[in-house]
């Protein structure tokens, strides 16, 4: 039998890597292995992975030499940053171009980059239908991964580019979920008004990544983007209701309102959901449901992953 591709997988024991590491692991007839790259090999989630078969490899993002030694010998690398682990945009930068140049040195067949637009090409600075954060960007947490998008493909690396979309997750684990209101009753912000939210499952990610790396070279040099479903505020609202059994509201904000919460990357997020309304026709477009599902066939609605996810969701 021919020897397995790996892949290194960043984010391993996270949302978009863990997702792509169990999809391989899944798979044991598929041809490729899982190179788990966590800073703690001794982690619950790390030893998780490692019984179901991964290597796990130790790797520090910000250590340039940890990351040769993790690509090494490897197929492929699945590339993400972990922007809201220290809000900054030229770290992130920084981080990307080192897994560029490591993917480079190690002769990778196919890097997977997790990107977001660099919504500076739509909303320059100097456009004041938003502020300007951090002296430099419109949505910090975008800008600099679509701007390292082009470190990848300057330096030669085989990359395909992946947009993903806001995760369903957001929900449970950010704080993103229906609230209570004055009145008792749940209320779900957004500053979308009835525009439409690409939305997906995190695990999905890790899917669709896993299908863009078995369909071989397909999809290097491109970008690709992909959601499980896109719905506005409403539609989100009415799926909760159906889903929670009680009724959920959606409150409609502006994007001042909403930069104005207060909450740590407030502004980053309201500038963001500004960028996905203002350019709704675009951002959409830029992510088909049904590309994600031809790469995956389990992509998940949204009704189906409340169905999963529903009793995770606090709605203190
Ligand atoms: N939330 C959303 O809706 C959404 C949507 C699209 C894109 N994104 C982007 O997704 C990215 C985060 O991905 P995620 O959600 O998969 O992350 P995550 O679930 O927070 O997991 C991140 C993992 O990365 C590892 N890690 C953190 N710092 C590291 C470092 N310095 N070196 C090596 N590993 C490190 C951690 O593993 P160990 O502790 O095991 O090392 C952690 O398990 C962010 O940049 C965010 O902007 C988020």
Redesign the pocket.
Known sequence: MAEKKIIAV??A??????GLARAILADPNGGFAVRA????VN?D??EALAQQGAEVMA????NPESLKKAFAGAHGAFC??????HFSPEK?LAEATSMAQAAKQAGLKHVIW?T?EDTRKWMPLDDNRMPTLMDKYKVP?FDA?GEADGVFTSLGVPVTLLL????W??FIY?GLGPKEGPDGKLVLTFPMDDRKLPGIA?EDIGKCAYGIFKRGSEFIGKKVGIAGEHLTGAEMAAALSRALGQAVRYNAVTPDQYRSFGFPGADDLGNMFQFKRDFNDYFCGARNPEFARSLNPELQTFDAWLAKSKNLIPLD
């Not at 993400?80 to 682990?85: E, I, S």
């Not at 993903?164 to 995760?167: A, C, E, K």
């Open positions: 960043l984010g024991t996270g949302a978009q890597g863990g790259l966590t800073r703690d982690s989630k790390a790797v520090d993002v910000d993400v940053t972990f922007y809201w682990a992130e997790s977001l947490h991964k993903t979309s806001f995760y997750d957001n950010f995190a």
